[in-house]
């Protein structure tokens, strides 16, 4: 059974530039969210797709955006980079449908905005 | 609004001790679901357990235990017998019947196992 896979592992940007991080779910997942973690800190939900459709989104702007493939598979996509963006953005897969089931993390993108 | 605090920032201990790390969380809902994850140094998060809001009975895996109270809102996590490679970030998570699936998280408490 594959895991969860991120892509790619560190990027580095600069201010005002636009970045696409990548995900494929687990095996069998249906459901893909996504993560922000600032340096020392929880965990903050971005969105969540559910069968191709955005399915939840966290307190973040307009221009984090996302996309679900019909393999499940997902892009977060950032535009107009600011320095606060700097983080490890996390995604996790799950089995929908039955909601609350246990999200599986990838080994997150780390993001550095310069 | 949901949230979840976990007052203990960091907690150093000796190899064998036995630890807990605190978590109590606030929801309006009547159902919901209380989660720990690890966090080691890789920063991949590793899912521990999942309880329900209606399932009040504590667990044990191996050294891993843990408390729900609802009456208390606490959902409390021991390591018995500590060992080195328990050293990570903890992390309690909660997602709210009303919210979907997403989860809310403490900020984490920071374990510290020395030999």
């Known amino acids: 059974e594959t895991g969860v896979t991120q892509s790619p592992t560190h990027l580095i940007?600069?201010?005002?530039q636009q970045v696409t991080l990548r995900c494929s779910s687990q095996s069998g997942h249906n459901t893909v969210s996504w993560y922000q973690q600032a340096l020392g800190q929880g965990p903050q939900f971005i969105f969540q797709y559910y069968r191709e459709e955005e399915n939840g989104r966290g307190n973040f702007p307009p221009r984090f955006s996302g996309l679900q493939f019909p393999n499940y598979s997902s892009e977060l996509n950032v535009n107009a980079l600011e320095l606060d963006d700097s983080a490890l953005y996390l995604c996790a897969s799950s089995l929908g449908g039955v909601f609350h089931n246990e999200q599986?993390?990838?080994?997150?993108?780390r993001l550095t905005v310069l | 609004a949901q949230?979840?605090?976990?007052a203990q920032t960091e907690i150093s201990v000796v190899e064998k001790e036995d630890v807990t790390l605190d978590c109590v969380y606030e929801t309006r809902d009547t159902t919901y679901y209380l989660f720990w994850y690890k966090q080691p140094p890789s920063g991949e998060l590793v899912f521990l357990i999942r309880r329900n809001s209606f399932d009040e009975q504590n667990e044990i895996s191996g050294r891993y235990s843990w408390n729900f109270q609802k009456s208390t809102s606490s959902f409390n996590f021991t390591i018995t017998?500590?060992?080195?490679v328990d050293s990570a970030v903890y992390f309690c998570a909660l997602?709210?019947?009303t919210s979907g699936s997403r989860l809310t998280f403490g900020e984490g408490t920071q374990l510290t196992v020395n030999p």
């Open chain 2, 95 to 97: 997602s709210e019947e």
């Open chain 2, 3 to 6: 949230k979840v605090t976990q």
């Open chain 1, 13 to 16: 940007k600069t201010r005002g």
């Open chain 1, 104 to 109: 599986f993390f990838g080994p997150g993108t």
């Open chain 2, 81 to 84: 017998a500590s060992q080195v």
